[in-house]
């Protein structure tokens, strides 16, 4: 099984247990501050994925770092997938969490890439255009791309939206080549 799968199945699972029990709050900052602490250490994503170090010491590695940061069933939770040999995608876990989360909430990440800043009424403008074009709630990232000329691109998932001028002047010139004018 891969690791994106098992990184889902676990996620799910975490994200049902705490529903079902109530503790969705709580369990959802920690794990953001887990991937967070995950994600700023290279040298402990190696430790918890090392095949050299045994469950045993990934488990006491876990409590030693997260035990007085996280509640006794997010403790519950890393004790389970260290024994179950899972430590070195407990940052996928979190990533999926996230992203399980944010489908459950209706919420969509989306990057905006323009060739200048944006202003506040122009980003708000974007967003909301984008909420009616998806019928979700947007979170937008905003980048900077000089190489568009003008306008605007945006990738939500797999999906792009090129409106940016540099894409219509690529699109005129097939049209102009193929003799379709």
């Known amino acids: ?24 709050e709580t369990v959802t ?7 967070d602490i995950l994600a700023g250490s290279r040298d402990l994503q190696r430790a918890l994925g090392s095949p050299l170090i045994n469950a045993d010491r990934k488990t006491h590695l876990l409590e030693e770092i997260f035990g007085s940061a996280v ?10 997938i260290a024994r179950k040999k899972r430590a070195g995608i407990l940052s996928g876990i979190a990533r999926e969490f ?4 944010d489908e459950k909430n209706g919420i969509v990440n989306a990057e905006v890439t323009s060739v200048t800043n944006l ?3 122009q980003q708000k403008a974007v967003t909301e255009s984008l909420e009616g074009y998806t019928g979700k709630k947007i979170r937008a990232s905003m980048k900077l791309n000089g190489d568009l000329i003008g ?15 540099r894409y219509q002047l690529q699109l005129l010139r097939e049209t102009l080549v193929a003799g379709e004018v």
Do not use: C, N, P, W
């Open 29 to 35: 900052g920690e794990m953001q501050m887990i991937g």
């Open 71 to 80: 509640g006794e069933k997010m403790m519950l939770f890393l004790r389970l």
């Open 98 to 101: 996230a992203t399980l989360l």
């Open 1 to 24: 099984m891969s690791s994106v799968i098992a990184s889902r199945r676990y996620a799910y699972a975490l994200l049902s247990a705490a529903e079902a029990g109530g503790f969705l």
């Open 119 to 121: 202003s506040e009424s």
């Open 151 to 165: 306008g605007l691109s945006v990738k939500i998932g797999d999906t792009i939206l090129d409106g940016s001028v």
